[in-house]
């Protein structure tokens, strides 16, 4: 270990080196993991890369801008979604057409909030693979014309809330609209992993799963029965 080493990642590949194979090893893992939320900070390791250890100190500087959470629908479930994305390091946008349901009073965790149609917002805004789609408006002359907005982005994650009968109603109608079965499989729908949960906090924890399982490719299965590393190859 040398004071002062750099070592700089990329999502593909490394350059430099901190001082030993195992303290790289784990930094870059970490490292990667901060760049797609484009999250700064300091770590700390053993000096073979224990976790949890105050040998070695790495400070993460990300040169890239947070990943987005885009969430249309200004209901109760909005408000916990918000709450938990924020926590994980999204920039959180909640948009809804209804200004008397889209205030900051409702959603003070977001760190922006609109009043303006779902799809004519998603038009207008940046979009890329880190982004995380959300739409819980739970009404046709909503969800239709933003998912078709919406599944013509490069969002890594779109997820629609609403029953199996509800989403069966909502293919029809994107079909009808002209999307092809392949762009309509990108919808994860009903949102969210098979957690159990009933309260809009548990929801959003389940909603919050997904887009981290879908983001590291993890099974979704407990830990406890699964084996090899904890953490997928990158």
Do not use: N
Not at 5 to 22: I, K, N, Q, S, Y
Not at 23 to 38: F, P, Y
Not at 200 to 217: D, K, Y
């Amino acid at each position: 270990m040398t004071v002062g080493a750099r070592l700089a990642v990329w999502p593909d590949r490394v350059v430099g080196t901190l001082g030993t194979g195992e303290l790289d090893a784990a930094v870059i893992d970490d490292a990667r993991g901060m760049l797609a939320q484009g999250q700064c900070g300091q770590r700390r390791y053993g000096s073979r890369g224990q976790w949890r250890r105050a040998e070695v100190s790495v400070f993460v500087q990300a040169f890239a801008p947070p990943a987005r959470m885009l969430v249309f629908g200004a209901i109760d479930f909005a408000a916990a979604l918000t709450r938990v994305g924020a926590f994980l390091g999204f920039r959180v946008t909640v948009c809804d057409a209804r200004p008397v349901f889209a205030t900051r009073g409702r959603f003070p965790d977001a760190h922006e909030v609109v009043v303006e149609w779902p799809h004519r917002y998603l038009g207008r805004t940046a979009v890329d693979p880190s982004t995380a789609i959300c739409v819980l408006t739970h009404d046709p002359k909503f969800d239709v014309p933003l998912l078709v907005s919406a599944l013509r982005t490069p969002a890594g994650y779109i997820g629609a809330m609403g029953s199996r009968r509800t989403h069966a109603d909502r293919l029809a109608r994107l079909r009808a609209a002209g999307l092809t079965e392949e762009e309509l499989a990108r919808i994860r729908a009903p949102i969210g992993l098979d957690l159990g949960g009933r309260t809009p906090e548990e929801t959003a924890v389940s909603i919050a799963a997904e887009i981290i399982q879908l983001r590291w490719g993890g099974s979704g299965r407990p830990l406890s029965v699964t084996s090899g590393r904890i953490h997928t190859e990158l």
